[in-house]
């Protein structure tokens, strides 16, 4: 089991497959004297384990191929029970991001890209993740403009946004294609969008769920809302 670290001497890995993120994440956190090792996916990560030797494992949860970052973290807090693990993902629910979502551990830190506006609030995270005190319980302002849908419109949300046509949606739900349609039309009325021929609700949904601009009603996990 890793030693207790002094504050501010926190070895911390960090794990994005978008390099400027990685970056600004790994330099913000050094300034303030941790010593940060970054890695561009869970599989690089891993073999990197033994030699960082983390505190704190900070993780992205969607990556392009290869295991989730959900499924990473399970893994190593499992195996390394005490890291401590913060998820800085770009969705305000981890069940938009990944399938595997409810492998997260309970108590992990949860943030949200889109609503960080400064390194203290990364630093904020760490300190949360490393003490098990709670963030402030503080929405931000964006949340305004954030739509709230069920478990299973998220699914369906996640699914479109890999590319999936009807015809593959309802293959993946099992499903018949006019249930799909049934599902699309409910899932395009709570996020507010014209749905008429003129519009393209497939699109402007996506693009919701690219930029963090919906929930998932009754999520577990804890989201970092922190304001400036």
């Not at 001497?9 to 913000?28: E, H, K, S, Y």
């Not at 400064?118 to 964006?142: F, K, Y």
């Not at 305004?144 to 299973?152: I, L, P, R, S």
Request: aromatic share 4%.
């Amino acid at each position: 089991m890793t030693a207790t670290p002094q504050e501010g001497l926190w070895r911390i890995l960090a794990v994005d497959d978008d390099p400027l993120i990685a970056t600004l994440v790994a330099d913000g956190l050094r300034s303030h004297g941790h010593v940060v090792t970054v890695a561009s996916s869970p599989q690089d990560a891993r073999s990197m384990l033994d030699d960082v030797d983390p505190h704190i494992l900070m993780c992205d949860l969607n990556f392009v191929s290869g295991e989730s970052g959900a499924e990473f973290v399970s893994s190593v807090r499992e195996a390394r029970p005490w890291v401590a693990c913060v998820v800085l993902s770009s969705h305000r629910s981890p069940e938009l991001a990944v399938p595997d979502a409810h492998l997260l551990p309970a108590d992990v830190v949860y943030m949200v890209k889109s609503t960080v506006r400064s390194v203290a609030h990364i630093v904020e995270a760490v300190e949360a993740a490393m003490t098990g005190r709670a963030l402030p319980s503080v929405v931000h302002a964006a949340d305004k403009g954030t739509v709230t849908v069920t478990a299973v419109q998220a699914e369906v949300l996640r699914i479109l946004a890999s590319g999936a046509s009807t015809r593959a949606l309802a293959e993946k739900r099992g499903t018949s294609i006019r249930a799909v349609e049934s599902l699309l039309v409910r899932l395009y009325g709570t996020l507010g969008l014209d749905t008429s021929r003129e519009s393209n609700p497939r699109v402007e949904a996506i693009r919701m769920w690219q930029t963090g601009r919906v929930r998932v009603r009754h999520s577990a996990r804890r989201e970092a809302t922190l304001v400036s």
